[in-house]
């Protein structure tokens, strides 16, 4: 069986089980959910929602990527357990209205080839490169969410050329003097339940932010995210980067290129304080923090955060 083959059975159970608990969420809310969304994107998906995912032949294996838009580029990574299809749709337009998108899979997800164990969150860096260079792409932007982040940082740190510009969301630095992921919500990250999973990426009176957000990634035909092994690996690496056992973690301090760090200040996930000590250990960052705004603080807030990404990456 093909890789593809496999994301593709991965894809259809995952995206059921979703929109049959978003569903349940959005009628609470008091709106008709998820039918309403999916049925706007059957009558001719726009934008990304439109987009065919393509492969690139890289040094490290295959990477399944999507590109939208013109201009100077950015490249978002995803973030513990997900895809391309974590990435709010309106967020990636709004993005490409005014850049060259690139979204992609982290390895071992969708049509991107799986690493040599262990799992590191330097591979990933190392994979994003290769993936970089096979498209040609000359000193991006490049952002990255929550797990994200840290490969962005072990980008920049392992391959500065490949790097014009770092955009750090709801993430943290693999020094070892962060705090680190609490338990609870580490393991809601990791629920089979999707509403779990959401329910600590917003805070508790943003219920109608995370029913939008959850509604958004269901227009994605066969929308699918990591498996459990995956999420074990990821999990492990980015275990790693906290406590400051990969080695680029400890040399963010090298990173020149300007940063712009960004956080909710209620991200139940990665402590707020961690935003201002990511901050305070790059050359050139500006910080800033969303109120009433969590780990997924950059769709909750998509108006103002891609305005103050667009700003930054011209």
């Known amino acids: 069986m093909r890789l593809g083959d496999k994301a593709t059975k991965r894809t259809r159970r995952v ?28 009558d001719g998906p726009a934008g990304i929602l ?15 990527y999507r590109e939208l838009g013109a201009g100077s580029p950015i490249v978002l990574v995803m973030g513990h357990g997900g895809s391309m ?29 799986a690493l040599p164990a262990p799992l590191t969150v330097s591979e990933m860096a190392d994979q994003t490169a290769a993936l970089l260079a096979s498209l040609r792409l000359h000193r991006p932007t490049v952002l990255g969410w929550s797990m994200g982040g840290m490969i962005a940082q072990a980008l920049a740190v392992r391959h500065p050329e490949r790097v014009g510009r770092l955009v750090l969301a709801a993430t943290l630095p693999g020094t070892g003097d962060a705090l680190p992921v609490p338990a609870a919500a580490a393991a ?26 959850g509604r958004a990634v269901l227009q994605y035909p066969d929308f699918y995210s990591a498996s459990a092994a995956v999420r074990t690996e990821q999990r492990a690496a980015s275990t790693a980067w906290t406590a400051g056992q990969d080695p680029a973690g400890r040399h963010i301090g090298r990173i020149h290129v300007p940063v712009l760090v960004a956080d909710g200040a209620e ?48």
């Open 15 to 42: 995206g059921v089980v979703a929109a049959a608990a978003l569903t349940v969420v959005g009628l609470c809310a008091g709106g008709p959910a998820v039918a309403a969304s999916r049925a706007a994107a059957q």
């Open 50 to 64: 439109g987009v065919p995912t393509q492969v690139a032949h890289t040094r490290l294996g295959d990477v399944g």
């Open 85 to 113: 299809d974590d990435w709010a749709p309106d967020f990636v337009d709004a993005l490409a209205a005014h850049h060259r998108v690139v979204v992609f899979d982290n390895a071992g997800i969708g049509e991107t080839s």
């Open 188 to 213: 809601a990250l990791d629920s089979p339940n999707p509403l779990v999973a959401l329910s600590v990426l917003f805070p508790q009176d943003q219920t109608a932010a995370m029913v939008a957000y």
């Open 267 to 314: 991200d139940a996930v990665n402590p707020p304080s961690n935003a201002s000590l990511l901050a305070a250990d790059l050359r050139r960052a500006q910080l800033l923090q969303y109120p009433d705004a969590g780990h997924a603080f950059l769709f909750q807030d998509a108006p103002a955060f891609v305005a103050a990404v667009d700003a930054f990456a011209r």
